[in-house]
């Protein structure tokens, strides 16, 4: 049965979406139209986000009670969250680091969770929308978006100038850009959505001038160009921004070239011989930043299907890539395997399991088919309806929660 729908799913025009295969979307919609048993715990988890999500107020830039340096409110404003008060300093000021703990009074106030909501259930609504037609689902994603985007009373500004600020230390960074990765889960929304007539064609050319604007100020100012020399996940993460956007905004051969020149040279920096993402290890947080890079680098591997370059088969010169960073990582899907060094908080392991998914569906490898088969049902998010994986074992029946605070940090949050 699979076959003949993955056959299927040849002829139907495939959704110009980036965050996952646009075949594995068409896929998924047919089998959840079959009542595929297989999918039904994601897809009712699917279906309680985007109700959560009918019921949420619009939010801006507008709403947060602080401002950034600039005194605009359009502007995104944010705190580095690692930076707390130097107690031995008047006012605190300037802030000290403390990687890895994040400072209670950073999330206060700004735009990092506003803004990771609003991406959060926009990408709910329009996923809802689209396996099950219900136009309300997308006239609600439709407004979120025009409310944080377009409509003048409350647009946010097209950049991340005041992003990760430090208090009394600088008023915006280039780590500001990372925060801005849930972009990309708007642009496959709209693509979504689109089909519903409540995106109208305005909608359209609106966003468009406003997503021309942010990729200028993404390749061209001092901010996001610095993060080229974190070569960590904060590189990885303004990479997965330029090429997505690049394609949205019809820059093919753009994308093309930026993933020729820049994958082999995050593997080289990033991903020894072994697997091991050094500059992810240093942290205090080191397994769960090795999973938010991975992550990452999996996201780019996504794209260059896209455009013809096949990332699984790029590897540095000491032979690390995909399969190595992810099989050193691999073992700790199991909880009850210690990462060898404490962290400040314990990461989120279930964070593997889509990456195991997407690794296998690429060459069926048996170690990641066991690990699937025992801890797939964990983990009952959207990653299941498109990454799909036809479990030799049933599907174990699993609560409908809500994600955990850890996994909403790192996967739909602002985590460094």
Not at 21 to 38: G, H, S
Request: charged share 20%; hydrophobic share 35%.
């Amino acid at each position: 049965m699979g076959s003949l729908i993955a056959s299927a799913a040849d002829d139907v025009p495939l959704p110009q979406i980036y965050c996952y295969p646009a075949r594995n979307l068409v896929i998924a919609k047919q089998r959840i139209a079959d009542n595929d048993p297989a999918l039904r715990t994601a897809y009712a988890m699917l279906l309680q986000k985007a109700h959560l999500g009918l019921w949420s107020k619009p939010g801006s830039v507008m709403d947060k009670s602080l401002v950034a340096a600039s005194g605009n409110k359009h502007d995104f404003f944010s705190y580095g969250p690692y930076w707390w008060p130097d107690p031995g300093k008047p006012n605190g000021l300037p802030y000290t680091k403390r990687d890895g703990y994040t400072y209670p009074k950073s999330r206060i106030g700004t735009d990092s969770v506003p803004f990771v909501r609003m991406c959060s259930n926009t990408e709910a609504l329009a996923y809802a929308y689209y396996f099950t037609n219900q136009d309300t689902y997308a006239k609600q994603a439709a407004l979120l978006i025009r409310v944080w985007f377009l409509d003048p009373a409350t647009a946010m500004n097209p950049n991340a100038n005041y992003g990760q600020a430090i208090p009394g230390v600088i008023d915006g960074r280039g780590e500001g850009v990372i925060e801005m990765r849930n972009l990309t889960r708007i642009t496959d929304a709209i693509t979504l959505i689109e089909p519903s007539g409540t995106w109208t064609k305005d909608d359209q050319s609106a966003f468009r001038h406003w997503l021309e604007q942010y990729y200028d100020w993404l390749t061209h100012t001092r901010q996001p160009i610095d993060e080229t020399s974190t070569e960590n996940n904060h590189m990885s993460w303004r990479d997965v921004q330029l090429v997505q956007f690049s394609l949205v905004l019809g820059k093919p051969g753009y994308a093309r070239e930026l993933l020729q020149q820049e994958f082999p040279r995050l593997l080289e920096m990033q991903v020894k011989s072994k697997g091991e993402q050094e500059r992810e290890l240093v942290r205090t947080n080191s397994l769960g930043y090795s999973l938010f890079n991975l992550e990452a680098l999996f996201r780019l591997a996504v794209l260059g299907d896209y455009v013809g370059v096949d990332c699984w088969k790029i590897t540095a010169k000491d032979h690390g890539g995909l399969y190595a960073a992810l099989d050193y990582l691999a073992p700790y899907t199991d909880p009850g395997n210690p990462w060898p060094v404490n962290e400040a908080r314990s990461a989120d392991r279930r964070l593997l399991l889509p990456l195991l998914a997407q690794a296998y569906a690429q060459n069926k490898d048996v170690k990641y088919q066991g690990l699937l088969e025992k801890f797939y049902g964990d983990d009952p998010d959207l990653w299941q309806l498109l990454w799909p994986y036809d479990r030799q074992t049933p599907l174990q029946t699993a609560n409908l929660h809500p994600p955990s605070p850890l996994r909403q940090a790192y996967s739909t949050g602002s985590g460094p």
